[in-house]
């Protein structure tokens, strides 16, 4: 711990411990909006596997895969040899894996692969390590391993004994890694472009100690593989810094349900304390809109399940109408699932506008669904260059986040 914080004062940074959260980043300094806080690269990282990534950079095109294993690409030279200490190891036991068992190497299990390789290379000093770049951190990270369930366990005990046979070290310790997993799952985190693209999962010393709130006020935003966190408001000296694990625009209900499966803890940030209507809150960013289009009213279900009350003027929404809009909107999203394809941006265009106009038909414009149909449609206009409605679109997701701080 003392050497964590050696490490992390002359940032304006101290660790520190809270009996209901475990540890803690603290400002010593005050940090003022749009302002690094930290910037940190990952111990380990892999790019995702939904498309073909460099392992270098990230980058989706002109790839090569390394010849011997066939599992890892690579963009050229430069990338390659930059990984090339770690990637020879990961190299040989892949490639003495059968070409079936290779198929079930997720980005999961390299992840872990790699956190093991790394840990050798700098126990044998082939690579340098320091206190915020060290495997000794891994051992200090929460892993709520006795919060999974059975189901879980059997899962991360596969996943461990493949990692066991990829490597192939005889003195290694399944619990110990089966555990590991679990410490992936709530502390690493998933590297994403400027649209907030995925792109792959790493672990980050630093950031890996920073808490959840609803209403943070610090960003996590990653520029290539580094991550970089940055003040989102006025920061005191003294004060707690907090990024948001979750999409933070969805109900209480929704964000706390979100938190305690995937991280096991109840978050008590003010949003989450506050004295709230969780029926109204779900109905205003979850439920459906009044029939006139004068009304603002958010819908609650009639006693005698007819259909939709709304709570300002009274009007009844029937269940058949909602049924048939929400028919029509799953109709379209199938379909463009279907026909997704990258270089097909003016049929998503139009798909996703058929998408917005029935949504405001239905939903409450403050709604969650809305709200995300037109931050699809403002990346894909920013893809083909439209900046002007492009624009249009980023100013009409504004008002719901808006809401989101002045609610509390
Ligand atoms: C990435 S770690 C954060 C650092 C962690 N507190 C530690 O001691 O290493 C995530 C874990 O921290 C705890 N945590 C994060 N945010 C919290 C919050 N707002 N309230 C309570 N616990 C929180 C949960 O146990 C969660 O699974």
Not at 70 to 78: E, N
Not at 120 to 132: D, G, H, R
Not at 145 to 173: F, G, T
Not at 178 to 205: M, Q, V, W
Request: proline letters at 4%; a neutral charge.
């Amino acid at each position: 711990m003392e050497e964590l914080q050696n490490a992390v004062k002359d940032g304006g940074l101290a660790v520190s411990n809270l009996p209901e959260k475990g540890r803690c980043l603290l400002t010593t300094k005050n940090f003022y909006p749009g302002e690094v806080i930290l910037r940190q690269e990952p111990y380990v990282c892999v790019p995702n596997n939904t498309v073909s990534r460099c392992d270098g950079c990230f980058a989706s095109e002109s790839l090569k895969k390394c010849s011997a294993c066939q599992v890892v690409w690579y963009c050229g030279s430069t990338c390659q040899k930059s990984e090339w200490k770690l990637h020879r190891l990961e190299c040989i036991a892949l490639s003495r894996l059968e070409k079936e068992k290779r198929k079930a190497v997720t980005p999961s299990i390299r992840l872990m692969v790699r956190l093991y390789l790394r840990r050798k290379l700098q126990n044998e000093m082939f690579i340098p390590a320091s206190v915020t770049d060290s495997c000794n951190f891994v051992e200090a990270l929460v892993s709520h391993l006795k919060d999974l369930d059975e189901k879980q366990l059997v899962l991360y005990a596969q996943m461990a004994s493949l990692v066991h046979l990829i490597l192939q070290w005889p003195e290694i310790n399944l619990k110990e890694i089966a555990e590991n997993f679990s410490k992936l799952a709530c502390n690493a985190h998933t590297i994403c472009d400027c649209e907030l693209r995925p792109l792959g999962t790493g672990l980050y010393p630093i950031v890996s100690i920073i808490n959840h709130s609803c209403l943070p006020n610090a960003v996590l935003i990653f520029e290539g593989k580094s991550s970089v966190v940055r003040a989102v408001e006025h920061i005191p000296e003294g004060a707690e810094v907090s990024i948001a694990y979750i999409d933070i625009a969805g109900s209480t209900m929704t964000r706390q349900k979100t938190l305690k499966e995937q991280y096991f803890f109840t978050c008590t940030c003010p949003r989450c304390i506050k004295a709230y209507n969780d029926i109204q809150e779900s109905a205003i960013l979850e439920g459906y809109r009044c029939k006139d289009d004068r009304c603002n009213g958010f819908l609650l279900r009639d006693s005698e399940d007819k259909g939709f009350i709304c709570q300002t003027c009274g009007l009844l929404r029937s269940k058949e109408e909602v049924k048939r809009i929400v028919s029509e909107i799953t109709a379209i999203s199938d379909k463009e699932l279907k026909y997704k394809s990258p270089g097909n941006h003016e049929e998503a265009i139009s798909q996703y506008k058929m998408i917005e106009k029935l949504q405001m038909e239905l939903c409450h414009p403050f709604s969650i669904s809305l709200m995300r149909t037109r931050e699809e449609l403002l990346k894909i206009l920013m893809e083909v260059g439209d900046w002007r409605e492009a624009l249009a679109y980023c100013r009409l997701t504004i008002p719901g986040y808006q809401k989101l701080k002045l609610d509390c």
